[in-house]
């Protein structure tokens, strides 16, 4: 793990995040790239060189501020700004560095907040690629001895899939219990479990839900892990959620540091 990208955001608390993330990549001894999206568009008899620059430039400033109020750790943080679509720019991103996470924060950890993942952090999860480590604001990094590994379906195509899971677990000598949800309509190919998947757990359970989420609600009560760890597919965990760009606390939410894995294909 090399490379962590943190996109920074307008909330005052986005400190809290940048210093998981750096504390995070000390573990790996990874880089850190910060990065902050605005979109800019003039009118007419204006310059977009210019425009451009001194927008630039401000969400520069507002990231290096950002920066200020953390324990850097000798870590070079480096900053990455884009002017245009924020998925773009994380793809841009991952295309010219290899970005080989992401860690961000959900909306709020206000009962009163209705979404889990807001607008931006959203769109993160479902429309790129890239692994995702969702910590909850104020989180402590702390050693992670239990990692739930939960899917409704044990296909992987691509073993690699699984690095940002294998990486952590050495770091941090985690054992891994995996969780099978069967749901309605599962097929007796869904209940093939990866190899490496296997390979890598140190319990296996299996239980039926109407949903991936409701079969994991109980299991993160039961076994308290320190990381729950799911996968980004079209049929899976986020099944009903990929139309739009938020997910509400009552259909997910989570108090520990959840981990996205990439399934391009399903």
Known sequence: MKNILVPIGASPDSFHTLQYAVNFATEFSANIYVMEVFNVSVGAGKSLANVEQKVAESSKEHVKEVIDKIDSKNIKIKIATY?????????????????????????????????????????????????????????TLKPMKTILTAFKSGILKRKRILDPLIAIKQKFDAKVNLLMVKTPGYSDDDLKINTALMDISSQLTLTEAPSTYLGV??????????????????????????EKSTIPKAEFSARIPVLVLSVKKD
């Open 83 to 139: 002017n245009g679509d924020l998925v773009d720019g994380l793809k841009d991103i991952d295309k010219e560095l290899g970005i080989d996470l992401i860690i961000m924060a959900p909306r709020s950890n206000d009962v009163k907040e209705e979404l889990y993942l807001g607008y931006t952090s959203g769109r993160i999860v479902k429309r790129t690629n890239i692994p995702t480590l969702i910590v909850p604001k104020g989180t």
């Open 217 to 242: 609600l109980e299991h993160l009560q039961a076994q308290q892990p320190d990381l729950l760890c799911v996968f980004r597919r079209k049929r899976g965990f986020f099944k009903n959620l990929w």
